[in-house]
């Protein structure tokens, strides 16, 4: 490679290009996702430090008082060891990952991303990104249809900054917030939040925060102090799934 043309792959002018092609574009957390990687060689001979693929999303962020947007990684997977590309050079290279168990769904304001990135030393970083739909899976479909069933409606989902109390691996938590529209539980909840944390063991670990109707001057108080806010967590198995409803229901009404 003559000098000019080194000096033109730094600064990125004739850089490969990436394309990623999905079999599918929609997955169940832990489900295996395939596809393959297209690298299109620029005008120059470069260097390819690393490929890889990240799963993103955005969540909510608090500071300052004041809440913004910022992209969350959910995982990084490798594909190839650094290689050289010659110029114009075609390249495939086939993948395989699982989403992680803890990765957002698909609902409300939440988006799930691929972005496949080609690590190229003092160039700039050409990037594919590709939207994908995570799906529940029956353990997490058969909890949100028993809370519907029960008359509350999706309000609204979204990740958000994760407490203390409740950070695992990531960073955020994906928050459904339900309010009662009909149903045993209208008049006397304001709303029912619902995080999921799946466990390693196949079983999935659902928090809810159960907020309770102000009743009389007592209640208002207790609402104005937010000890109205009920902290709930317990595990469910795919052996609910035929009883949970009644299990959700025997739940929320301790506390409603």
Not at 102 to 118: E, N
Request: overall charge negative; some cysteine.
């Amino acid at each position: 490679m003559s000098f000019f043309n080194k000096v033109l792959a730094s600064v990125g002018i004739g850089s490969a290009k990436v394309d990623t092609k999905l079999e599918k574009d929609s997955a169940v957390p832990g489900e295996a996702l395939r596809g393959v990687v297209e690298i299109t060689g620029g005008s120059t001979e470069q260097k390819i430090d690393d490929i890889y693929l990240s799963l993103n999303t955005t969540y909510i962020k608090e500071s300052d008082d004041k809440k913004y947007t910022v992209s969350g990684l959910i995982d990084r997977f490798r594909l190839a060891q650094s290689f050289t590309l010659a110029a114009n050079e075609r390249k495939e290279i086939p993948f395989t990952f699982n989403l992680p168990a803890d990765t957002p769904l698909s609902f409300g304001k939440t988006k799930i991303w691929v972005t496949t990135g080609l690590d190229i030393k003092n160039a700039v970083d050409p990037a594919d990104k590709d939207y994908i739909r995570v799906a529940a899976t029956p353990l997490m479909d058969s909890v949100l249809n028993a809370v519907s069933s029960m008359g509350f409606r999706l309000r609204e989902a979204e990740c958000e900054q994760a407490p203390h109390r409740l950070r695992r691996r990531l960073p955020f938590i994906q928050e459904f917030e339900f309010v009662p529209v009909s149903g045993p539980f209208r008049g006397k909840l304001d709303e029912l939040e619902v995080v999921f944390s799946p466990l390693s063991n196949g079983e999935t670990e659902v928090m809810m925060q159960v907020d309770r109707k102000a009743r009389g001057i007592g209640g208002f108080l207790a609402e104005a102090l937010e000890m109205d806010e009920t902290f709930v967590r317990f595990t469910v198995t795919n052996a609910d799934i035929p009883y949970m409803q009644q299990k959700l229901q025997s739940v929320i009404a301790k506390y409603a």
